[in-house]
């Protein structure tokens, strides 16, 4: 048979092409995600083109164990597994054999996770439209997967889109994506190589490199656009009941979001841990308030200091406080130590209109039973020589129910004193606030 004529030049034309067929779909919400490795390219396109954040979904196929190319599950990042059960009845896997192939299955994605990522934290699918997209589609068992590891995510709609799959391919596809968007549909379907012209195989190092490109871009916008030039910055003085609490607000012209400091017991906001998270998070376009959360006479008394529903009646006083005066932004919470307990309390309250959390050497534990009503995506960023504090984050984040990422920084201790380690922290805050603060 007489190979095809090329329908796409390379992948990023591919990508540019399809990008064009995919202008129409709402930009609300929208996550691009590309499959590893050959997708990411394709991606990378539509993702600029549309002007949506760029992330890799990663899927791993649970193969049986004596037919590896049989699925009988998938398994995604933090902990998603999804089962065949029909598969797995048929081939009658035992439970010890399934978590044998999905342990092994696992470490492979772990690493590709940081290898891709550099640790940055994945971009939240949570009531998002994922638009997952590769370079072209065979069987779709990989993108199948990926639609039910999106949907185990959260996504609330999921839309696969693609240069190149066979009528038959795109039909099955229908049972598990909302919508499936194919530019090139052929009945005679060999291989997707055969649609390309330059089908070189993509590399870990592109697909590291065009995450990090998209990355930067998105970033220095934010930084380039009005949002990033000063407006206001000033020492206010935020009501809290019969109390006033010193603060420093500073809030970029155009900012569509502000990040509420929770410091923690000892500390103030003069703190210059969370000024130099804030700084960070200012030169990204966010608005910031650094404030006391006790009055220099209540701080004296070291009770006050733990007295966790306190200090969320505080941060809750200081989040109406800011939405009075600026009533169309998001609200981020920043919680250090006992802060952190502070900050996920007053999100858990009812009406709580907190977009996210992100504690850094917090105790998340000092929540208590507030933990499981927490609905904002929550971060808990660790040092990793902070064994204590990092095996009572551990135990919290099982009991959470909402959206939570545990980041351990290495070699950091509960201050994050060491070289590199605060830089660290406040990178992933900033991550994490700019994939959720919409």
Request: proline share 5%.
């Amino acid at each position: 048979m007489q190979r095809p004529v090329a329908r796409f030049e390379n992948r990023r034309i591919a990508g540019q092409r399809l990008a064009h067929r995919l202008a129409g779909i709402p930009r609300a919400g929208l996550v691009v995600l590309g499959l590893p490795r050959g997708g990411v390219p394709v991606a990378y396109e539509v993702a600029r083109a549309l002007g949506a954040p760029l992330d890799v979904i990663l899927v791993r196929k649970l193969g049986v164990p004596s037919q590896p190319e049989l699925a009988m599950g998938a398994i995604g990042e933090d902990g998603v597994r999804v089962v065949n059960d029909e598969v797995a009845r048929y081939v009658s896997v035992g439970e010890r054999d399934f978590a044998a192939v999905e342990a092994r299955e696992r470490v492979e994605l772990e690493r590709r996770a940081r290898l891709f990522r550099g640790g940055r934290v994945r971009e939240s699918l949570v009531g998002r439209t994922a638009l997952i997209v590769d370079d072209g589609i065979a069987t779709g068992s990989t993108v199948r997967a990926a639609c039910r590891v999106a949907r185990a995510h959260g996504a609330a709609q999921v839309i696969v889109a693609t240069p190149v799959a066979p009528p038959r391919t795109t039909a099955r596809l229908q049972n598990d994506a909302d919508e499936v968007v194919v530019l090139e549909s052929p009945e005679h379907f060999l291989a997707i190589g055969e649609f390309y012209a330059d089908f070189t195989q993509t590399t870990d190092d592109e697909v590291v490199d065009l995450l990090a490109r998209e990355r930067a871009q998105r970033v220095g916008e934010a930084m380039a656009s009005p949002a990033a030039r000063g407006d206001v910055e000033e020492a206010v003085e935020v009501p809290a009941g019969t109390v006033a609490l010193a603060g420093d607000l500073r809030m970029p012209a155009g900012s569509r979001s502000v990040v509420l400091f929770a410091h923690g017991s000892g500390s103030s906001r003069t703190s210059p841990r969370n000024r130099a998270v804030a700084g960070v998070l200012q030169q990204a376009g966010m608005g910031t308030l650094l404030f006391d959360l006790l009055t220099p006479a209540e701080a004296r008394d070291r009770a006050n200091v733990f007295d966790i529903g306190l200090l969320a009646d505080r941060l809750g006083a200081a989040t109406a406080w800011v939405l009075n005066r600026f009533p169309d932004v998001v609200i981020g919470y920043f919680g250090a130590s006992t802060g952190a307990a502070a900050a996920l309390w007053a999100a858990s309250e009812p009406g709580a209109t907190v977009g996210a959390v992100v504690s850094r050497g917090g105790r998340p534990d000092l929540a208590g039973p507030r933990l499981a009503a927490v609905r904002a995506p929550t971060l808990l960023v660790v040092g990793g020589d902070d064994d204590v504090v990092l095996d009572l984050n551990r135990q919290a984040q099982a009991r959470m129910r909402c959206e939570t990422a545990l980041a351990v920084v290495p070699g950091a201790t509960h201050l994050f004193e060491e070289p590199g380690t605060l830089e660290r922290a406040a990178d992933l805050a900033r991550d994490w606030f700019v994939g959720h603060l919409r």
